[in-house]
Antibody
Framework: QVQLVESGGGVVQPGRSLRLSCAAS????????FHWVRQAPGKGLEWVAF????????NYADSVKGRFTISRDNPKDTLYLQMSSLRAEDTAVYYC???????????????????WGQGTLVTVSS | DIQMTQSPSSLSASVGDRVTITCRAS??????LAWYQQKPGKAPKLLIY???TFQSGVPSRFSGGRSGTDFTLTISSLQPDDVATYYC?????????FGPGTRVDIK
């Protein structure tokens, strides 16, 4: 079955760096793009970053652009989020999510984030 | 960037009631609109994609619709298991913005 398992969260001081990992299993990793989505305590969902299936295209939310980098290691079936210059407002549960799709008579069709990990908590505090 | 709003921000209804949540885009968008359900302490779950298509395994009491820039999620007969926060998301292009969420409780 499809599984996404995040790791790497923890408590980090403002201005420091942290790298999150998302290990995928149960499907062909190289056929899918992936997102990172975060949720601050008691708040809603915030899209953070996206990487295309082949790693050739990345997109970032303005709130993290220039500080966060999404990447993937296809042989290891693993997604990463390198976070630097961390701020208190980056405190959140970080989820990785698969960018789902389906094919019909019109060809390729995206379908949103069809599988999610359980999340990993990042706390930025001195 | 396109902004997504949702109304109401919260609602309380009785078991068996019909419940409708609205998501509005600040500009015209494609049908690439998804709805997610998130229960407390859990990851979000995809309910509907392409505005009105069920994800596999989603109960048929959930349905999605569209009228112009307004998208709707309807629960035809609210059940206790439906207590959750519901989010819409545009996923046609970056930024893949979520709506602020609608919390649904049982009265």
């Amino acid at each position: 079955q499809v599984q996404l398992v995040e790791s790497g969260g923890g408590v980090v001081q403002p201005g420091r760096s942290l790298r999150l990992s998302c290990a995928a299993s149960g499907f062909t990793f190289t056929s899918y793009g992936f997102h990172w989505v975060r949720q601050a305590p008691g708040k809603g969902l915030e899209w953070v970053a996206f990487i295309q299936f082949d790693g050739t295209n990345e997109n970032y939310a303005d709130s993290v652009k220039g500080r966060f980098t999404i990447s993937r290691d296809n042989p290891k079936d693993t997604l990463y989020l390198q976070m630097s210059s961390l701020r208190a407002e980056d405190t959140a549960v970080y989820y990785c999510a698969r960018d789902g799709y389906f094919y019909d008579s019109n060809g390729y069709n995206p379908k949103g984030n069809d599988y999610w990990g359980q999340g990993t908590l990042v706390t930025v505090s001195s | 960037d396109i902004q997504m709003t949702q109304s109401p921000s919260s609602l309380s209804a009785s078991v068996g009631d019909r419940v409708t949540i609205t998501c509005r885009a600040s500009q015209a968008i494609t049908n690439y609109l998804a709805w997610y359900q998130q229960k407390p302490g859990k990851a979000p779950k995809l309910l509907i994609y392409a505005a009105s298509t069920f994800q596999s395994g989603v109960p048929s009491r959930f349905s999605g619709g569209r009228s112009g820039t307004d998208f709707t999620l309807t629960i035809s007969s609210l059940q206790p298991d439906d207590v959750a926060t519901y989010y819409c998301q545009k996923y046609d292009s970056a930024p893949f913005t979520f709506g602020p969420g609608t919390r649904v409780d049982i009265k």
